[in-house]
């Protein structure tokens, strides 16, 4: 078996994907579009990520509508599918839903008032393979400012308090979420350096 991991912005790694792929067994390719990489075809893998980035996935650009119908294509194939923050908000958008601004934009582990930053499976998410074994309620680092809201197409697994989609699934499966559970420990020292948003946080805070 063989994954392709597709990363919007050059500094937005995979973090714990790659040490999970690895004890499966399972071979994978990467593909940086922000270095000039090309979206790949789906149909030549067995698994696609899709991970964050600072576009938008209404963006008009070339590169957001290549990758809004590879991923579209992998939905529709029946392939295997794990987007990541924008990779979420793509598959949400083209499995019929629309991506807009949060009421709060989601930076750090906290909102301003203290409270902790996590993902509460829904009905439909306790059912669901994938969450099996996982407690009812995440926490989850969080760095986006747009929120999919979601179409009959789109199962929501997970909720949150200022961005209600948090965990979604669209067809058999194709799965997102908003938050950043790949991030490990070196991604998030490396982001606090350089997101003007982050810098302002405590950074101890952050690492726990």
Known sequence: MRAVI?????????????????????????????AGGAMPDPAGY?????LGGPDSANDD??????ERRAVRAALDRGIPFFGICLGMQVLGRVAGGEVVRCPQQETGVA?????????????AGLADPL?????????????????VVPSPEIIV??????????????GRNAYGIQGHLEADRGMITA???????LALLD??????
């Open 131 to 147: 969450c099996a074994g996982l407690p009812p309620e995440i926490p989850v680092f969080q760095l986006h400012g747009e929120m």
């Open 111 to 123: 909102d301003p008032a203290g409270r902790a930053y996590a993902m509460r499976l829904t009905e």
């Open 6 to 34: 597709v990363r919007n912005s050059s500094r937005e790694g995979a973090g714990r994907i790659t040490g999970i792929l690895r004890e499966a067994g399972i071979g994978w390719d990467t593909v940086d579009l922000e």
């Open 191 to 197: 982001w606090a350096g350089e997101d003007p948003a």
């Open 46 to 50: 067995d698994m696609v990520f899709v």
């Open 203 to 208: 950074k101890q805070a952050l690492m726990d």
């Open 61 to 66: 650009t070339e590169t957001m509508r290549q």
């Open 157 to 170: 697994l997970a909720e949150g308090l200022w961005c209600p989609v948090q965990l979604i699934r669209a």
